[in-house]
């Protein structure tokens, strides 16, 4: 089993930016793909972003022009950068890798983004 540790959430005003960190346990080239979600208070758990192992990436329209996924396989970590941040951003965001017989996630980070 891979565990997964997010970092670099926090507090932050609406219009700034945040970089969200997954660092995997393992070597993450063995993944067919990572990805982050996030689960507002009282919402279902939504797809925000991912990569696949070839480098193909998809985020969701909400996000997109805003938020960057990235990995670092040296250093077996998937980043999110997050700009422009609005209120509507505000939730715990999850890292999530698949394999064929694995889906691991993180313990989540807490984003909030408010004035």
């Known amino acids: 089993q891979v565990q997964l540790v997010e970092s670099g959430g926090g507090l932050v005003q609406p219009g700034g930016s945040l970089r969200l960190s997954c660092a995997a346990s393992?070597?993450?080239?063995?993944?067919?793909?990572m990805g982050w979600y996030r689960q507002a208070p009282g919402k279902q758990r939504e797809f925000v972003a991912r990569i696949y192992s070839g480098g193909t990436i998809n985020y969701a329209d909400s996000v997109k022009g805003r938020f960057t996924i990235s990995r670092d396989n040296a250093k077996n970590t998937v980043y999110l950068q997050m700009n422009s941040l609005k209120p509507e951003d505000t939730g715990v965001y999850y890292c999530n890798a698949v394999k064929t017989g694995l889906d691991s996630w993180g313990q989540g980070t807490q984003v909030t983004v408010s004035s």
């Open positions: 393992g070597s993450i080239f063995m993944f067919a793909y």
